[in-house]
């Protein structure tokens, strides 16, 4: 529920002239796992799981619940890249995630053609007040009171 609710907030933020944007939920039994260190007892941690979805022609966000208080943004990509349609969207997913009190956490993966390195994604969502440090993978933001 969580998930649910940070969905909501952010979809609410969403300018309505995105192309073919659409909201889904989704009960997911597996999940594919690309990353070396995403181990299978982390991969059972997300077997059925619920998947909230929110897309569109230019943007797709995914989280999960991963507690009470806490969001994991799974999957975000937007298009064209590079102008500012992710800063957008992330700063909407970070003002709900303040309304609601909820971390997020990511772990940064450069996906696809012209994604930008470990190193670069890593200082991009620091500059959003991600904390994350050379020993562990994920970022984590708490919600500014």
């Known amino acids: 529920?969580?998930?649910?609710?940070?969905?909501?907030?952010?979809?609410?933020?969403?300018?309505?002239?995105?192309?073919?944007?659409?909201?889904?939920?989704?009960?997911?039994?597996?999940?594919?796992?690309?990353?070396?260190?995403?181990?299978?007892?982390?991969?059972?941690?997300?077997?059925?799981?619920?998947?909230?979805?929110?897309?569109?022609?230019q943007i797709q966000v995914e989280f999960y619940t991963k507690s009470k208080d806490t969001v994991e943004l799974w999957w975000m990509e937007t298009k064209p890249k590079g102008k500012g349609m992710g800063t957008m969207v992330l700063n909407h997913i970070l003002d709900a995630a303040d309304e609601l009190g909820l971390k997020i956490i990511l772990c940064p993966i450069p996906q696809g053609e012209g994604a930008m390195s470990i190193?670069?994604?890593?200082?991009?969502?620091?500059?959003?007040?991600?904390?994350?440090?050379?020993?562990?993978?994920?970022?984590?933001?708490?919600?500014?009171?």
């Open 1 to 57: 529920r969580v998930a649910q609710s940070l969905t909501q907030k952010v979809w609410d933020k969403l300018p309505e002239n995105l192309i073919n944007l659409n909201h889904k939920v989704t009960f997911i039994a597996h999940d594919f796992i690309s990353v070396p260190f995403k181990t299978r007892r982390y991969t059972k941690k997300y077997f059925k799981k619920v998947r909230h979805t929110i897309h569109s022609d």
């Open 119 to 145: 190193t670069k994604l890593r200082q991009w969502y620091s500059e959003f007040d991600f904390k994350g440090n050379k020993f562990n993978p994920y970022m984590t933001y708490s919600p500014q009171k």
